[in-house]
């Protein structure tokens, strides 16, 4: 190598100051430990995250974990947080349709499925899973990003015409959500049957809501 490249090298090298290091090293300290997290709840459920099951996972102290995410609350929340991002992620992932009538159905299909497959996220994040836990503002944040697609979906309708403007968006997506979810909760309450049987109502709901929104859409 030449002179020269050593000190383009050299002039390219971005220095960290040791506070810049050490608050990168915590944070991906922080990271490595809801992934831990994250494995437990996907594996052994809500009830199964504990600060003393994560630090046993991670080899290290409780003491570590307290200092990171201060109890318990706080670990659960940044695992609200990567729930939002998968639940982003699930509607990202959903077919576009031109017709946002059946857009809504494909959406509230989407939500199912991130009910099945995601179920301790769902549970933790709108199940009650840990009771201590209430979302904060950063969490209703999380949120709300994670609902964009239903939020975007509703506005441009409701502009287009097509959905009556006695409601405001936020409602609609509430009326829209809170329906579902009861649907859900019921279900891993045990109160529907098999998932089969539970899906089915689940379909018939989202159908009977998406038609209640588009009076001239046939579902």
């Not at 549970?123 to 969490?139: I, N, Q, R, V, Y």
């Not at 009326?175 to 045990?190: D, E, M, N």
Request: glycine share 8%.
């Amino acid at each position: 190598m030449s002179g020269k490249d050593i000190s383009s090298n050299e002039h390219s090298r971005v220095l960290k100051t040791y506070q810049e290091a050490r608050l990168q090293n915590i944070e991906n300290l922080r990271k490595l430990v809801v992934d831990a997290a994250a494995t437990i709840l996907q594996e052994e459920g809500p009830e199964a995250v504990t600060v003393r099951k994560v630090s046993q996972k991670m080899g290290c102290s409780t003491k570590i974990i307290y200092s990171l995410f201060v109890n318990k609350e706080g670990l659960a929340q940044q695992l609200y947080l990567d729930g939002c991002k998968l639940l982003a992620n699930e509607f990202e992932g959903t077919p576009k349709a031109a017709n946002p009538a059946q857009h809504l159905l494909h959406l509230g299909e989407a939500y199912w499925q991130f009910g099945q497959r995601y179920s301790s996220y769902y549970k933790l994040m709108f199940g009650g899973a840990f009771a201590d836990f209430k979302p904060d503002e950063e969490s209703m944040n999380g949120t709300a990003t994670a609902m964009r697609q239903l939020l975007s979906v509703i506005s441009n309708a409701q502009e287009q015409g097509l959905i009556p403007g006695q409601y405001g968006t936020e409602s609609v997506v509430r009326i829209f959500w809170a329906s579902l979810h009861g649907v859900i909760h019921l279900y891993i309450g045990g109160h529907l049957g098999d998932v089969q049987s539970a899906h089915a109502i689940y379909k018939q709901t989202l159908s009977l809501i998406v038609s209640s929104l588009f009076p001239d859409h046939s579902t």
